[in-house]
C-alpha cells in the first residue's frame, strides 16, 4: 500500500493533467481532447509577464535618464582610459565634474538655435559653423567628444606654423562643457554643436593659456583657432 506522500503526489499530478505545464492555462483542442505535447512547449511572453509592482502597489517608475546617462559617460570614459593608457576614472567623478561646474555670467547666452553662422559670443569668443550635425545639442555640462585641431594665431589673423595639438575621430578628446577640463575659449565654443557639426573656434588669449602662454609652443598673450568636429554628446547634468 503506497505511502500518503505518494498517494498526495498522484493526485497532484492528476489535477495537472488538463494543464499546459508552461503557462497554467488548459491545452485542448476544439473537440475538448488534449492534443499531444509537441518538443518544445510554449513559455511565457514578455507581453504575459505581470508588471513589477512597488510597495504601494504603484508601478515602478524607470530610472532615471540622468542617472543613466552618467553611468553610460563613466563607461564612455572607463574604456577610453584603457585605450589611451591612463588611468579610470573614479566612480562618480562624472557626476562630480558636472556638479562642479559653473557657468560664468558674461558668457551665459553663448549659445541658440537659430544664430548666423559667424558671430561673436561674450568675451571676444568667435565661432562660424562650417557644417551643422544632427542630435542633441551641446549644452553647460553636456558631455562631450570631439575632434579637433588647434593653432596660434598671429596678429593679423593668420596661422603660424603647423597645429599644436589635435584629436583624432579614432582618438577623440572628451569633456565636460563648463567643468574646466578644457580652457575656457573651447568649452564654451562648442555650446549649440550637434554631432557631426564642424566649427572654427578663434579664442582671445584671456580665454586661452593666459599672458604667460603655454611656451615654447604657445607664446604669451597668443590668440587661439581650435577647427572642432563634434562626434557625440551627452545629457546635461546639471539644469
Known sequence: MPKNGTLRKKKRLKARRGMDRATGVADEGSDG???PRTALAR???FAD???PRGAAGTAKRPADDDARERLREERRQRKRAKRRGEAPPEPGSVAAAAAAAALPDELAPAWTGDAPAKRTLGGGIVIEDTALGEG???RHASSVDVAYEAFVLRDDGAVRGAAIDRATARDPYGFVVGSGDVIRGLSEGVKGMRPGGR???EVP???AYGAKGRPPKVPPKSRLRFD???LEVGAGFVS
Do not use: K, N, S
Request: net charge positive; aromatic share 10%.
Open 33 to 35: 481532447t488534449r492534443p
Open 43 to 45: 513559455g511565457p511572453t
Open 49 to 51: 509577464a505581470p508588471i
Open 136 to 138: 542633441r545639442e551641446a
Open 199 to 201: 566649427r572654427l573656434i
Open 205 to 207: 588669449w584671456q580665454y
Open 228 to 230: 572642432v568636429q563634434l
